[in-house]
């Protein structure tokens, strides 16, 4: 399966000695391992191994095979141990592959080892252990020995009275090098042998029994008759075609397995294993193929990615298209003109699982080429889908954020759908962002990318205009359906006449009821980050936070408790305020509990089902309701931002926005971004189809530039502004920007470890190329208990970050900074 060049090409090629293993830790290395005999013959660049780490056995990756250490090094060879295991006869990575997560952990400074695990599908990664029993021969020797002296004999005799045992017991009791070294010779000598056991439930194939007829020929010549299960049987697997699974003819004959085993025996039928695929779209019902003509400026579009295709070099366009304009159609052609070429695709998204309904159009137009791969799929089913793609029998990958490192072979084309979207970027370590991987994934493979968007990220935005992507345009929406209309209403003026009570506008509750008397459907989303419900005191102005991690509250109603949404720390609601012990206390905000509970009450005859990650936890059921949202079962979606993502539902015509403006509050440079984005999105959901669709924003702040132009829609205007901003306060696109955050549960400690660094930052900034800003608390202070400090190092470009960077962390290293309580985020996106 893989077409890495393993040395049967080159004849008599001398072996590898040593091998590179990337080690799945926070650690920005790799360590250096000899090969012993066995291990030397069969290893390939990109198998896992088995390698002693300290007194723990780890798995990790060979990512460079060498045939002498090369003195430069500086490695002592005969400090360098013995790798134990090869767990893959055929790598699970290609060198594209290593490459690329190399590249990726270099650029976000994190572990490669990490970042090769985070490529792979879970599951794959579950631990391993090796487990050793004796075997006959080795019994036949057990009885020899008299006296048990040497390491072999004892561990012979330990392994004659354990049975199976696994190799950190038998280092438990022995020591690790004692008793590995012997545990081979042992193997060798077939004395003893090994298996690998994964500790945890590991992703593997799927098999079943099956069973089949033979040819009379090859029945044995016996005379004895059929019983009457026997019979049964045969009768019932002439009625299938011949072969049925094992179960299944049991529980349909109503017989025994040995009657079948019997029958095997006697060569009427033979039972084998088949491997089943996992389909995450298994009896899903697929779309009508749609035949479309294409519009001139989809044509145009198409022709300039087409052509790049053509050339075989790297290029980069941004496809900015307002919501409408047709960009799926015009992925799907794309790759289909890339399969035609004998190359694979791959296709980011955010969500997929709040887009069954993209999925299911993948599916029929491409079939089994498509592979899926997002996290709301099953570990086996993930694991098949990666297979299909590692194998090439799948050659267009779709899926979310880690898909990136998908291992399609022969790359042509990757598309990135809704490129701006934060999901992109991962938040914990290795911290990546899947859009910024995909380019350099593409640069790298010679390929097309295509990121799209209605409201590209401020970064790509700048980048079409820079050159760096070639900028594509589809401006108008198929069938010039005109874009709905936003209308901002203000607030202010409702709480003025209603008071505290104001939640819904009187003018969007007037407008959902003309969209339901007209048999259309509505969408009612809140700005959940910032927009839940907590308790405030109306005398102190303080409001309720959580011990450990300085966040408000959020009050659930179904429970009765305030939890926080961090750390998940619950309690009760008190009576009154624990500052000033006023007894005003009053909730403010709306959690989508309650806002659900009003709608319920004002629309009792609508059907409404909410949406967020509160109720849609368990797999599959975004889907259930998005599915039956699409065929018109349920009126009205109320939930978070997720709603406003890539859905196509035409009969909505009504999307009603709650609140927006806690999300400008945060402390984040892009939360103006976020928000028009957000708006931008969710007004594209209204009016997909023939009908024209309506949005309502309500606010307190109708005059903020990121409302005035998700007014207008007017992505032009809302970039002047905010590109200005972003210029005059020295934020990206301008400068490279890295956050630090030192978290440690002793603020003291987490203190003290942030001023060496800060030293140790000003001091490698000899030429005052970077700004040095903090250590401040966190926006977030506490979080899980942990305090949480924050150092922001702005530079001129990437190399002199890079640089400062680097030599302040060794520096820092040396005047014993816990480098363990320090995380380095390059890029970051979200400031929290
Ligand atoms: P976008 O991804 O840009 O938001 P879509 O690709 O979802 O837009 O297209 C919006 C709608 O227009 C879809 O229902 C799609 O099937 C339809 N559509 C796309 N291209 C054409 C075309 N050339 N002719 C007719 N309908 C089209
Ligand atoms: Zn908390
Ligand atoms: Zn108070």
């Known amino acids: 399966m893989s077409n890495l060049a393993t040395r049967s090409f080159i004849e008599d090629a001398p072996l590898p000695e040593f091998v590179e293993v990337a080690l799945p830790l926070p650690l920005r290395q790799v360590f250096t391992y000899r090969l012993p005999v066995g291990l030397q013959e069969n290893i390939q660049l990109g198998a896992r191994l ?28 005969a400090t360098i141990k013995d790798a134990l295991e090869l767990l893959d006869s055929e790598p699970l990575l290609t060198e594209e592959i290593i490459k690329l997560t190399q590249w990726t952990a270099d650029y976000y400074a994190t572990s490669w080892g990490e970042m090769l695990k985070a490529s792979l599908p879970a599951g794959i990664n579950a631990a391993v252990e090796q487990v050793y029993s ?14 048990a002296n040497s390491a072999k004999a004892k561990i012979l005799q330990f392994l004659g009275g354990t049975g199976e045992i696994s190799s950190r017991e038998i280092s438990k009791k022995f020591g690790a090098s004692y008793s590995q070294r012997a545990l081979r010779e ?9 298996f690998h056991r994964t500790l945890t439930a590991q992703a593997k194939p799927k098999r079943r029994k099956v069973v089949r007829l033979l040819p009379p020929e090859s029945h044995k010549p016996d005379q004895k008759t059929f019983s009457e299960a026997q019979t049964k049987i045969v009768e019932t697997l002439l009625k299938t075609d011949g072969e049925i699974v094992f179960t299944d003819l049991i529980e349909t004959t109503d017989t025994s397995a040995s009657s079948i085993n019997t029958l095997a025996k006697r060569g009427v039928l033979e039972i084998f294993v088949q491997e089943i695929r996992r389909d995450p779209l298994e009896n899903a019902t697929l779309p009508d193929l749609l035949n479309l003509t294409l ?11 087409n052509f790049a295709l053509q050339t075989q070099k790297y290029k980069a366009f941004l496809l900015h298209g307002v919501t409408g304009s047709g960009k799926t159609e015009i992925y799907i052609r794309a790759m289909k003109e890339v399969l035609a070429k004998g190359k694979s695709a791959l296709m980011l998204v955010p969500e997929i699982a709040l887009t069954p309904v993209f999925s299911r159009r993948l599916r029929a137009v491409f079939g089994n080429e498509v592979a899926i791969l997002h996290s709301n799929l099953s570990t086996g089913e993930r694991f098949d889908e990666w297979r299909r793609l590692r194998a090439g029998t799948a050659r267009i990958a779709i899926g979310t954020r880690s898909a990136v490192f998908a291992p399609l072979q022969n790359i042509g084309l990757i598309i990135v759908d809704e490129e701006h979207d934060g999901s992109y970027r991962q938040h914990e370590s290795p911290f990546y962002h899947g859009r910024d991987v995909a380019i350099v994934r593409a640069n790298f493979a010679k390929a097309v990318v295509v990121l799209g968007s209605a409201t590209p990220a401020l970064e790509s935005f700048h980048n079409s205009q820079n050159g760096k992507y070639d900028y594509l345009t589809l401006p108008n929406r198929i069938g010039n359906r005109p874009l709905a209309t936003a209308e901002l209403v203000d607030m202010r003026e409702v709480f003025k006449v209603d008071g505290k009570n104001a939640i819904f506008s009187p003018q969007l509750i007037e ?14 989303l809140l700005n959940r980050r910032g927009f839940s419900s907590f308790v405030l005191c109306r005398a102190c102005g303080e409001t309720i936070r959580c011990n450990n991690c300085d966040i408000t509250l959020t009050f659930h109603k179904r429970e009765a408790k305030l939890i926080c949404h961090y750390c998940n720390h619950r309690e009760r609601v008190p009576h009154k305020c624990p500052l000033c012990e006023s007894k005003f206390l009053y909730f403010v905000g709306e959690g989508t509990e309650q806002i659900e509970d009003i709608l319920r009450r004002k629309f009792s005859n609508l059907k409404i089902a909410r949406i967020d990650r509160d109720t849609t936890s368990r797999r599959k059921s975004f889907e259930e309701v998005l599915m039956s949202f699409s065929r018109g079962e349920i009126d009205m979606l109320v939930g978070t931002q997720m709603l406003a993502k890539g859905h196509d539902f035409p009969n909505v015509t009504l999307v009603g926005v709650i609140s927006v403006d806690a999300g400008l509050a945060l402390p984040d440079f892009r939360s103006a971004e976020k928000t ?12 997909r189809g023939r009908l024209q669709g309506r949005v309502l924003i309500q606010t307190f702040h109708p005059e903020h530039y990121a409302l005035r132009h998700a007014n207008t829609q007017s992505y032009e205007d809302f970039y002047a502004e905010e590109i200005r901003f972003r210029k005059n306060l020295n934020y990206p696109p301008f400068v490279a920007l890295a956050s630090i955050l030192i978290k440690h549960s002793n603020y003291n400690y ?8 800060r030293d140790c930052l000003q001091k490698s900034n000899v030429e005052k190329s970077c700004i040095v800003l903090g250590p401040a608390p966190a926006p977030l202070a506490r979080l899980k208990g942990e305090h949480r400090l924050q150092i922001l190092v702005k530079a001129g470009n990437r190399t002199k970050l890079r640089e400062t960077l680097d030599f302040a962390l060794s520096e820092a290293q040396e005047k014993f900074c816990d480098l363990r309580v320090v995380n380095v985020e390059i890029d970051p996106v979200n400031l929290l």
């Open 50 to 77: 088995l390698v002693p780490f300290g007194k723990r056995q780890l798995t990790g990756y060979a990512v460079a095979l060498h045939q002498k250490i090369s003195p430069e090094l500086g490695i002592e060879e």
């Open 134 to 147: 004796i075997t006959a021969k080795g019994l036949d020797e057990l009885l020899k020995i008299t006296s």
């Open 186 to 194: 042992l193997v060798k000598e077939n004395w003893a042998s090994v």
């Open 295 to 305: 519009t001139d400026e989809q044509t145009t579009v198409l022709a300039e990615i």
């Open 511 to 524: 407008a959902i009821e003309e969209t339901h008397s007209r048999g259309e459907q509505s969408i009612i």
């Open 676 to 687: 028009f984005q957000l708006l931008t999105q969710v007004a594209g959901r209204a009016g």
């Open 750 to 757: 987490a203190f003290d470890n942030a001023q060496i660094l």
